[in-house]
């Protein structure tokens, strides 16, 4: 199991974004400013700044606030499918969908403006622009 830990305005916001638009499942929701929520092998951690120790300030007076752009990376069947039901959702993105050497991916932004990156491999059928033009093995993704 892996766990990333995102900092939030509003954890009940983020729970409902995650569950009812990207496939999360509610583990734990112990406190207004904390809870736990999987997918997979992930556990998504949520954290409203001042709740609980991880969103405690530093010694130095620094906050932990939402944004950012470390993220998480969602793998999906559909790209264009998905981002269409988001958009309809009224859900924001930092980008139009791009091709890279692996696949196509897109930016999307939780209630907090957290980044989540949602990922579709190319096929072993439907080899990456970069294997087409080089004619050399598979880049590294």
Known sequence: MVSVR?????VDAA???????????????????FARLSRGGLHLLLNRPGAGGA??????????APGGWNRIQLEVEDLAAVVDGLKASGCGFRSD?????GGRQILVDDP????????EPFSPDEPSPARRTSGGSPPAR
């Open 15 to 33: 729970i409902a974004f995650y569950t009812e638009r990207l496939g999360f499942h509610l583990d734990l929701h112990p406190a207004p400013g």
């Open 112 to 119: 907090s403006g957290n980044p989540i990156e949602l990922f």
């Open 6 to 10: 995102y900092i939030v305005a509003d």
């Open 97 to 101: 969908i791009v091709t890279g050497n």
């Open 55 to 64: 969103g405690q300030a530093m010694p130095d007076g620094r906050s932990p």
